[in-house]
T-cell receptor, first 108, second 116 residues
């Protein structure tokens, strides 16, 4: 299964953009990149996903490199409520394989 | 759309007892997944259903675990003869799968099991 590598933690100032990187060098051509986040003691929350093209929704933007070996999740204006564990996942078959994720701390 | 719901939210049981959890997916969603999450780790896949058919089970799902989705709607996860190592958050997710498309999974709030 394709694995992802994320930094264990990041800090971001409130109101600034948070850029969360993810490496997935073994991704295959038809595998999607998904981002989820998990706020303490809650179930994971879907954020965004993409295959090749950059994607944007009301929560975030996803930038995928041309070779698809890495991606960046962008939260354009981070708030304190965005403090969470962010998981970058390459879809494997019919299930999500979660890694350890990145703990994002948004600070005022 | 009321989201995925799980019941109970918390369960404390003694070692050796049986427990059953329920998950109600988002209506119209044809796939339902169970995951388990221990402290400090990401969720781990246990099993999933397409309608009422259980299509995949993880090696994590020992013989003491059984899951059902009898009418393709809600699902139950039963753990028999619980052990302390079963203490975890049990998460349910659902998705609407259309052939050839991508699909996001929507998670419930989880059931936290503590085995004493």
């Amino acid at each position: 299964d394709a694995k992802t590598t994320q930094p264990p933690s990041m800090d971001c100032a409130e109101g600034r953009a948070a850029n969360l990187p993810c490496n997935h060098s073994t991704i295959s051509g038809n595998e999607y990149v998904y981002w989820y986040r998990q706020i303490h003691s809650q179930g994971p929350q879907y954020i965004i996903h993409g295959l090749k093209n950059n994607e944007t929704n009301e929560m975030a933007s996803l930038i995928i490199t041309e070779d698809r070996k890495s991606s960046t999740l962008i939260l354009p204006h981070a708030t304190l409520r965005d403090t969470a564990v962010y998981y970058c996942i390459v879809e494997y078959g019919n299930k999500l394989v979660f890694g350890a994720g990145t703990i994002l701390r948004v600070k005022s | 759309d009321t989201g995925v719901s799980q019941d109970p939210r918390h369960k404390i049981t003694k070692r050796g007892q049986n427990v059953t959890f329920r998950c109600d997916p988002i209506s119209e969603h044809n796939r339902l997944y169970w995951y388990r999450q221990t402290l400090g780790q990401g969720p781990e896949f246990l099993t999933y259903f397409q309608n009422e058919a259980q299509l995949e089970k993880s090696r994590l799902l020992s013989d003491r675990f059984s899951a059902e989705r009898p009418k393709g709607s809600f699902s139950t996860l039963e753990i028999q003869r619980t052990e302390q190592g079963d203490s975890a958050m049990y998460l349910c997710a659902s998705s609407l799968v259309v052939t050839g498309g991508s699909y996001e999974q929507y998670f419930g709030p989880g059931t936290r099991l503590t085995v004493t």
